[in-house]
């Protein structure tokens, strides 16, 4: 039983900083991509950032140069560092993980980030 368990998520104000982490269970990602999703309310669940096993990674424009993210293979992690934070960055933020970040087969259950203006 695969399992991804999100952490790291809280209540900032603009321009603060926070780091995601999610932690892989039940199996190891030894190829493919594991990444970040999020859904603000009453919106559709969009891509944040991805990363393959080989560390190429992929970002929304819309977090670029603001969000990093990372992994650590050994430990089946990966991070979302999110720096300079905006109100429209508030979402549910979902761990995922798959062949490649258009087909993510595994999902967490999401963690909340509330930015306050």
């Known amino acids: 039983q695969v399992q991804l368990v999100e952490s790291g998520g809280g209540l900032v104000q603009a321009g603060a900083s926070l780091r995601l982490s999610c932690v892989a269970s039940g199996r190891t990602f030894s190829s493919g991509a594991m990444g970040w999703f999020r859904q603000a309310p009453g919106k559709e669940r969009d891509f944040v950032a991805s990363?393959?096993?080989?560390?190429?990674?992929s970002y929304a424009a819309s977090v670029k140069g603001r969000f990093t993210i990372s992994r650590d293979n050994v430990e089946n992690t990966i991070y979302l560092q999110m720096n300079s934070l905006k109100p429209e960055d508030t979402a549910v933020y979902y761990c995922?993980?798959?062949?490649?970040?258009?087909?993510?087969?595994?999902w967490g259950k999401g963690t909340q980030v509330t930015v306050s203006s």
């Open positions: 990363i393959m096993w080989s560390g190429g990674t």
């Open positions: 995922a993980a798959g062949s490649n970040p258009l087909n993510m087969k595994y």
